[in-house]
C-alpha cells in the first residue's frame, strides 16, 4: 500500500502538493509536523504536513520526502484550519500564509554549498583568475557557501563563475538543509556525587589546605547551595566567590565539581508582581458586569470608552478572570513600540504570566515564546503582541482583547496575507469559543456598525476616571489669524497664550503635526522647479538637521542643493512644514524650555522610542513635537494643553476613510490632555473651522460623526454596506501596467459591471521606480463573496497567461484599508 502526504511549502505556490512516505512514515507523521523535501530542481524546503493519505496525486509523480524534521507537530489543528481561512479570505496563497506565521526559525531553506569534485583531475591553468581563487579555497576548506565566495571574488553576481566551475568539473554543488533554532543552555555546577557523603567531604577538604581558593569556591558552593534549591549557575558561583573561571576549571578537571547544561529561555521576567490590580470604580464595575453578560448571549463586544475612562483596567479584571478559568488570553495591540508604558504596567500585575511577542525579538526568543504558548505554559498565559500574534499555537484560548480596535496598522499592508487582525482574531475566537472584547475610545466604523446591528454586543464608558472632564477642544481659525498678522510662524496668537500659561504652571505641551521632515516641498522662485526623487512620484523633503532631501517612500536621498537644479538661482523657498520646522521655531520662542521631537527621524533603534517617552514622563521636555505616533494611548501624568498644527492636511486626503480616520486622530491626540484632575485643553488650527468633521471634533460628538459618515458610507457604496477588494497592477514600465489594468478592468466589468472602480492611477503612480494603476471591485450584501473571489482568481488566471503582460505583479487587496 503507498503512502501521500500532502504538504505546504513556503512559497507563493496556490496548490498544496503531494509527496510520497513509506509505511512507518505514514504511522509517525501527524499533520502539523515539518518534512524537508525537494521542490523545483534543487531546492529543498522545510514544509508542512497538512494531510496523511493513501491517494496518489493524478497529473505528476509524487516525490519522495528528503527526511523529516519534527517530532511532534509544531502547528496546531487549529492554526492549519485559520491558516485556511485566511487563505481563502484574503485571497492568497498558503505558502505565503505560512511564511507570515511561523518564526522564521520554523522556515528552514536549503543553502547551496559549494563542494570540490574529487572525482576529476584537471589542468589547473585552465582556470581563470577568480575560478582559482574559489578552488584555491577548496583546498583548505571542505566547502564553501554562497556568501564566502562572494567574498572570496568580490563580486555580488557569483553564480557566472560557479556555473563555469562546475562545466569545468572542479566543483559541485549541493543543497544543505540546516535548523536555525538553536536552545540557549546555561551551565550549572555541582558537586560529584561521590563527595556527598560527609566522610568523603571531610577527607576532600583536608586534602585540599594547599589550595585555598579552589577550597575557597567550594565552600561559597555550599553556602549557595543552603540558601536556595535552586541549581546553581557557573556564572552565579563566580560571582559570590569572586573566583575566577581557572579555579572552578581546575575543580572540574580534577572531578570534584560536575558541570552540566540546561536548557532556558532568553526573555525572562524578573519582576516580580508588583502591584495588585485596581479596583474598578463604579463606572468601570458597571461596565465590567455588561461586558460579561453580553459574553453569556454574544461572542463579540465593543467597549466604547472615551480616552482615559480607564478601559484598560477593565481588560486587566477580564484578564485576571481568564487566568482564574485557566484560560489562555490574546492581547492585541496596533503597535508594540509604542506601548512600553503599557506593557510595564500588564507586567507588574501579571508578571512572569505575561508573555510578550514582538517582532524585534530574535529568532531564537520568538521560538521560545511559541513553544510556550504550545505548551499552554502558564508563563505565556497572558500574550500581549501585534498582528502577528494571532499565529501564536493557541491550545486553550479563553479572551481575545483588541485594544485601540479602530487602529489600521491591524491591516497587513505588505506582503500577503494581506490580513487584518482584527477580524481575523474574531475568527480564531470561534474556533475557541471563546470572547472577543473590542476596545476603543474611537470604534471603526464598521466596528460600530456591527454593534447597532446587535451582531456585537456594546457597552459604553462616558466618564473618564476620576471624574476628569473631558478635554475643552477649540477651533482656531488660521486663515484670519494670517489675515490679521496675528501669527508667529505656524503658531496663532491664541496657541502661544496657551502654551506660555501651561508652561507657567509648570505643565507639558504636546502638539501634533502630521508630517516628519523639515518640510515638504523646496520650489525654485525663480522657475518654479521643486526637486524630485528620482525613483518616485514625489517631491523631496526637506530635513534641515542633516541638510538633506529626502523620499518618504524609497529613502532615497541628496544633500541639499545650493542653487536650483534646473536654472542655478539661488533664490529657493521651502512649501509646507513638517516636525522639524515647528521643533526649530519652538526654540526660538523657548528659549529656555527643553522641547522634544517624536517621530521616526527621532525613535530609531530598539529603545529609540522609549528613550524619548521617558525624559517626557521624567518632566526632561517641556514641549513635545510628533506626529501621530503621540496619539497612541499615551498616559502622560502633566499634559494640560494639546495642540494640532494643521488639520487640513489630514483632512483633503483623498481616501474614503480620512474623514473618519482625521476624526479618530485628533481625538486621539486630544486624550492626551489633561488624564489627571485638571481639564485639559486642545488647540486645533485649521483654515476651515466649519468643516463637520472638525465641529463634531470639537464637541467630542463621535455618534454625529457616526451618523454622516455612515450615511456617505451607504450612499456611495463603501463598507460596512459593500465589501472592497482593491487590485493593484505594478510594473517599471508605464505602458505595460497602463495596458495590463485596462484589460483587467475590461474583464471584471464584463461580470461586475458598475461596481468596478478605475483603473486609476493613484496620485503617486510611482515608487520605488515601479508604476502602481489600482482597481477597486465593490461587492453588494445579497453577491456571494466567494463566487466574486472566484470570479476575479479566473480572471487573473487568464492575465497571467498573456505574454503581453508577463512581469506585471498583480496585488490583491481584500478589504483594502
Ligand atoms: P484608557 O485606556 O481608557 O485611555 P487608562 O486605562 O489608561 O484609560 O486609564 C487612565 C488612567 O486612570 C490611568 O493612569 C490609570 O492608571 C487610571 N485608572 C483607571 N482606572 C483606575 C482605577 N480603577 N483605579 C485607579 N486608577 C485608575
Ligand atoms: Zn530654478
Ligand atoms: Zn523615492
Same mark, same amino acid.
Given at each position: 500500500m503507498s503512502h501521500f502526504i500532502n504538504v505546504i511549502l513556503p512559497i507563493p505556490l496556490d496548490k498544496e502538493f503531494t509527496y510520497s512516505i513509506n509505511s512507518s512514515e505514514a504511522i509517525f507523521l501527524k499533520p502539523g509536523m515539518r518534512v524537508a523535501v525537494q521542490f523545483g530542481k534543487s531546492k529543498v524546503y522545510a514544509a508542512l504536513v497538512t494531510q496523511i493519505h493513501q491517494n496518489p496525486p493524478l497529473v505528476y509523480e509524487a516525490k519522495e520526502i528528503e527526511h523529516i524534521l519534527d517530532e511532534s507537530p509544531i502547528v496546531t489543528l487549529h492554526q492549519l484550519e485559520l491558516w485556511s481561512w485566511i487563505s481563502s479570505y484574503y485571497m492568497c496563497t498558503k505558502g505565503e500564509v505560512m511564511r507570515a506565521a511561523l518564526p522564521t526559525a520554523f522556515l528552514l531553506e536549503s543553502e547551496t554549498i559549494i563542494l570540490k569534485n574529487e572525482k576529476t583531475h584537471f589542468d589547473e591553468a585552465l582556470l581563470k583568475d577568480d575560478e582559482f581563487l574559489i578552488y584555491e579555497a577548496l583546498q583548505y576548506q571542505s566547502l564553501l557557501r554562497i556568501q564566502e565566495i562572494m567574498s572570496i571574488i568580490n563580486k555580488k553576481n557569483v553564480l557566472p563563475v560557479i556555473k563555469r566551475l562546475i562545466e569545468k568539473k572542479v566543483i559541485t554543488v549541493q543543497e544543505e538543509i540546516y535548523e536555525q533554532y538553536k536552545p540557549k543552555l546555561v551551565r550549572y555546577i555541582r558537586l560529584n556525587v561521590e563527595y556527598t557523603k560527609e566522610e568523603s567531604l571531610r577527607v576532600l577538604l583536608e586534602s585540599m589546605t594547599r589550595a585555598p581558593k579552589q577550597r575557597e569556591v567550594l565552600l561559597h558552593l555550599f553556602t549557595l547551595q543552603a540558601k536556595t534549591v535552586k541549581q546553581i549557575k557557573v556564572s552565579e558561583l563566580l560571582k559570590t566567590s569572586n573566583s575566577s573561571t581557572a579555579v572552578v576549571r581546575a575543580l572540574i578537571d580534577k572531578n570534584i565539581l560536575e558541570e552540566y547544561h540546561l536548557q532556558t529561555d532568553r526573555v525572562q521576567y524578573t519582576g516580580a508582581v508588583t502591584s495588585l490590580t485596581k479596583e474598578l470604580n463604579a463606572y468601570q464595575l458597571k461596565a465590567f458586569q455588561e461586558i460579561n453578560n453580553s459574553f453569556t448571549t454574544k461572542d463579540v463586544c465593543l467597549l466604547h470608552g472615551v480616552t482615559s475612562s480607564g478601559k484598560t483596567e477593565i481588560y486587566v479584571q477580564l484578564i485576571e478572570k481568564a487566568i482564574q478559568e485557566k484560560k489562555q488570553v490574546l492581547y492585541l495591540l496596533p503597535e508594540i513600540a509604542l506601548t512600553t508604558q503599557l506593557i510595564a504596567r500588564l507586567q507588574e500585575y501579571f508578571g512572569e504570566q505575561l508573555t510578550v511577542y514582538h517582532s524585534k525579538y530574535s529568532v531564537n526568543e520568538r521560538v521560545e515564546a511559541w513553544n510556550n504558548v504550545k505548551a499552554g505554559k502558564s508563563k505565556a498565559q497572558v500574550v500581549i503582541g501585534a498582528r502577528s500574534a494571532i499565529f501564536l499555537p493557541f491550545t486553550n484560548l479563553g479572551l481575545i482583547i483588541v485594544d485601540e480596535e479602530h487602529e489600521n496598522t491591524f491591516k497587513q499592508y505588505d506582503p500577503a496575507p494581506r490580513y487584518h487582525a482584527r477580524d481575523t482574531a474574531i475568527v480564531l475566537a470561534k474556533m475557541f469559543e471563546s470572547k472577543v472584547l473590542l476596545g476603543s475610545a474611537t470604534p471603526a466604523l464598521e466596528t460600530f456598525y456591527n454593534a447597532n446591528q446587535k451582531k456585537y454586543g456594546f457597552v459604553k464608558l462616558t466618564r473618564r476616571y476620576g471624574n476628569v472632564l473631558m478635554p475643552e477642544i477649540n477651533l482656531v481659525d488660521i486663515k484670519t489669524k494670517y489675515r490679521k498678522k496675528e501669527m508667529t510662524g505656524h503658531f496663532s496668537d491664541t496657541l502661544l497664550e496657551g502654551i506660555n500659561e501651561a508652561l507657567k504652571e509648570g505643565e507639558q505641551v504636546i502638539l501634533f503635526q502630521n508630517r516628519r521632515g523639515y518640510s515638504p516641498v523646496i520650489e525654485c522662485n525663480t522657475c518654479g522647479h521643486s526637486p524630485q526623487c528620482s525613483n518616485c512620484d514625489v517631491s523631496l523633503t526637506f530635513h534641515n538637521y542633516k541638510n538633506q532631501l529626502r523620499c518618504h517612500y524609497c529613502g532615497y536621498y541628496i544633500s541639499?542643493?545650493?542653487? @536650483?537644479?534646473? @536654472?542655478?538661482?539661488?533664490?529657493l523657498t521651502t512649501k509646507g512644514f513638517g516636525t522639524e520646522q515647528i521643533e526649530r521655531e519652538l526654540k526660538d520662542l523657548f528659549p529656555n524650555h527643553n522641547i522634544g521631537r517624536m517621530d521616526q527621524d527621532t525613535t530609531r533603534g530598539k529603545h529609540g522610542y522609549e528613550k524619548i517617552i521617558n525624559r517626557f514622563e521624567d518632566g526632561d521636555i517641556d514641549i513635545m513635537v510628533g506626529t501621530q505616533m503621540l496619539s497612541k494611548g499615551l498616559d502622560f501624568r502633566n499634559v494640560s494643553l494639546v495642540g494640532v498644527m494643521n488639520a487640513d492636511n489630514l483632512l483633503n486626503f483623498p481616501d474614503f476613510r480620512a474623514h473618519e480616520r482625521s476624526f479618530q486622530l485628533m481625538q486621539q491626540v486630544a486624550g492626551r490632555a489633561g488624564r489627571t484632575k485638571k481639564r485639559g485643553k486642545v488647540l486645533i488650527q485649521t483654515y476651515n473651522p466649519f468643516h463637520q468633521i472638525l465641529q463634531q471634533v470639537s464637541v467630542n460628538d463621535y455618534e454625529g460623526m457616526y451618523t454622516d459618515q455612515i450615511e456617505e458610507r451607504y450612499q456611495y457604496k463603501y463598507p460596512p454596506f459593500y465589501k472592497t477588494i482593491k487590485i493593484t497592477g505594478k510594473h517599471k514600465d508605464y505602458n505595460k501596467v497602463n495596458k495590463a489594468m485596462d484589460w483587467l478592468g475590461i474583464s471584471l466589468k464584463n461580470v461586475f459591471n458598475e461596481n468596478v472602480l478605475g483603473p486609476e492611477f493613484p496620485p503617486i503612480s510611482r515608487i520605488r521606480n515601479q508604476y502602481h494603476k489600482n482597481l477597486i471591485i465593490k461587492i453588494p450584501q445579497k453577491q456571494s463573496l466567494y463566487k466574486t473571489k472566484e470570479v476575479i482568481r479566473r480572471i487573473h488566471t487568464s492575465f497571467k497567461s498573456i505574454k503581453e503582460f508577463s512581469g506585471v505583479r498583480i496585488i490583491i487587496n481584500v478589504d483594502n484599508y
Open positions: 541639499m542643493p545650493q542653487k @536650483c537644479m534646473a @536654472c542655478g538661482s539661488i533664490d
